[in-house]
């Protein structure tokens, strides 16, 4: 694992191999600016939200600037990974060094980048950074909107944009982050189309520019950018006496489950992942202390079907005009996207699932997406497992759902309207609705150039040949004793092991398989025990404790205790694949509305010696 030290808002690093960031004069090397703001908005911003944006500025930049390992799987462990350490100067160190904040800002990171982090802030030196510089192309006023939403300049924040401004007729402020001028580009010509068609009354756009400052990143996943983006939105939102903002995303990429067992691309990036999001709130709401929402209006659509909303509210010509690709420094004017990123072949093969390939025009890809030969550099290989992946989600069972994806488990209890059953079934439903979409498009070029593939005039090395080539080699068949797999994990779910101990000495509740909880999460656990304790002794029903009783036990407020409990179901999710059991959100902690919280009575307590010890490693708090 690569570690580093970031010392941030100094112009040279204080130890050898450490890297030096700054947002300021001199030594600057970091770009962060917001345009298109009202003076009394930049009057209003308190100094917490100025200190937020710069901790994204910097967690950003530093993701660009230091390389992960191959994109093979023989290098995930040992290379990818990478353990950042920042230093970095802020106006509120006491808000920033607490507790709850450290742990929401390292676990909500962590599981976004899959890094490790750690920070160290320290009382920003007089005289601080003024907020002025960050600000340009101030305005006299500024138009209240209905909602604040990110902007990417893709087909799904323009699908959002247009069904909320064309056919919802709500009135938008677009926040849109660039770091090359080309993304701000394809961002103002989509919104100046919006307004040339008559709803520049419903819009404001607000380009916010953050990149490093001439040098050429030399990581382009970009898995901290919707950490990035977010502090954007929350920063223009409160700016806007809003509290709260939407992420225009489809399913399918905010679940992001892995496409292909031995490539990582930046398909496998978790950017706008419940998981992520709920943590981003929790984050937000902690240090403003005030309920902040981040919305998804598109997370129940596929692709297919958010393209499919541009055209019903009238814009499908205006597709060719979104960009999707991720590899924003190859691209030209003649070919927009490469066609053989992830996101490029998603994009496509939504454009012609939904039959807009019209709109989308083929030239503007370098690779095509079907009849291109992908041998030579080997992009074949992502595009064929895409093709695997989901052809397996068109043949799976409801049963095999969370058996096969168990990255789904994460995501259950992490949408705030639905039980952990209901999102399961959901989540099913979108994956095979998006896998019909994918067989479709496959079919139907498969009907199209029957001819072609008969003679051999396709490339043997294009997606579509390969699809019905013999000896397919990406494809990976299940196992041979796949079905006892299933029935094993079957018998696990009607006879699990639901047992646990205390160690009051060590602050832990100790688990079967080594797991742990310890910290705040212990913490939590301890201030139920008793009840649960005494109930069980005496054999009578397990009283709920009520939210004001449990905070007073925990010593914190009953908002961070709620925040807490989020926290505590999170680190469960390793203790449910570990078992194979799929918990849901009241399966260790039950909540009863006007009641309060409980320990679930279907758990029992054993002895402290009957649990294996626990591995450090597997430990969560």
């Known amino acids: 694992m690569k570690r580093c030290l970031i010392e941030c808002g100094v112009r040279q690093a204080s130890e050898d191999g450490a890297l030096a960031m700054n947002v300021s004069d001199p030594g600057k090397n970091v770009n962060l600016r917001i345009d298109s703001i009202s003076r009394s908005m930049v009057g209003n911003i308190p100094d917490l939200l100025i200190d937020l944006l710069e901790i994204a500025a910097y967690v950003y930049c530093v993701d660009q600037r230091i390389k ?24 509120h160190p006491e808000i920033w060094n607490g507790e709850e904040v450290q742990e929401l800002l390292v676990e909500t990171l962590g599981f976004l980048s899959d890094d490790s982090y750690a920070f160290r802030f320290r009382k920003a030196e007089a005289p601080v950074q003024p907020r002025d510089p960050y600000f340009h192309e101030l305005l006299d006023a500024f138009q209240e909107n209905d909602e604040v939403a990110l902007f990417s300049g893709g087909v799904d924040s323009f699908a959002g944009a247009v069904n909320d401004i064309v056919t919802l007729g709500k009135s938008v402020t677009l926040v849109g982050h660039w770091s090359v001028p080309k993304v701000q580009n394809v961002q103002a010509t989509l919104v100046d189309a919006l307004k040339q068609r008559g709803y520049g009354r419903r819009l404001s756009y607000v380009p916010v520019w953050v990149s490093n400052t001439d040098i050429k990143p030399a990581e382009y996943t970009q898995r901290t950018r919707s950490f990035l983006f977010a502090c954007i939105g929350l920063v223009v939102a409160r700016m806007s006496g809003k509290d709260g903002f939407s992420f225009y ?3 399918v990429v905010s679940i992001n489950p892995p ?6 691309g930046g398909r496998a990036t978790r950017t706008t992942h419940p998981k992520v999001l709920r943590g981003l709130e929790d984050l937000f709401s902690t240090l403003l202390d005030r309920q902040i929402e981040i919305r998804t209006p598109l997370q129940w659509l596929t692709k297919k079907e958010v393209t499919e909303t541009i055209a019903a509210a009238g814009m499908a010509d205006m597709i060719g005009s979104t960009v999707s690709c991720t590899r924003t420094h190859s691209r030209t004017r003649r070919h927009t996207h490469c066609g053989v990123c992830s996101q490029c072949i998603d994009r496509r093969f939504a454009v012609l699932a939904a039959g807009m390939a019209d709109h989308d025009p083929a030239d503007q890809y370098k690779k095509d997406l079907l009849l291109s030969d992908r041998s030579v550099d080997d992009s074949l290989r992502m595009a064929m497992h895409y093709v695997s992946f989901f052809r397996k989600i068109g043949s799976m069972t409801k049963d095999r759902f969370l058996v096969d994806l168990p990255e789904i488990v ?45 003679r051999g005039e396709v490339p043997a090395g294009s997606l579509l040949a390969t699809c019905f080539a013999r000896g397919d080699r990406v494809e990976i068949a299940p196992s041979s004793n796949y079905d006892q797999h299933v029935t094993a994990f079957v018998d696990r779910l009607s006879a699990p092991i639901l047992e646990f101990a205390m160690d009051h000495g060590a602050g832990q509740v100790l688990f079967h398989g080594g797991y742990c909880l310890e910290g705040a999460n212990y913490r939590f656990v301890n201030a139920l025990i008793e009840s649960f304790r005494n109930a069980k002794r005496t054999r009578s029903e397990i009283p709920f404790m009520t939210p004001h009783d449990v905070a007073a036990t925990m010593e914190v407020s009953e908002q961070s205790m709620r925040q807490q409990l989020r926290r505590l179901r999170d680190a469960l999710d390793p203790l449910a694949v570990m078992l194979g059991i799929p918990l849901d959100q009241d399966s260790f902690i039950e909540t009863k509305e006007r009641a309060g919280y409980r320990l679930n009575p279907a758990w029992h307590e054993i002895a402290l010696g009957d649990i294996q010890p626990p591995n450090p490693a597997a430990s969560q708090e």
């Open 410 to 454: 994460s995501a259950l209890d992490h949408f705030p309207d639905l039980t952990a059953d209901e999102a399961s079934a959901h989540l099913f439903d979108l994956f095979q609705r998006h896998a019909r979409s994918v067989e479709d498009v496959i079919a139907r070029a498969a009907s199209e150039h029957a001819g072609p593939l008969f």
């Open 68 to 91: 992960r390992g191959t994109e093979m799987l023989m290098d995930y462990g040992k290379d990818w990974r990478r353990s950042l350490t920042f230093s970095i100067p802020v106006r």
């Open 249 to 251: 995303e489809n399913g």
């Open 259 to 264: 496409l292909a067992g031995d490539v990582v």
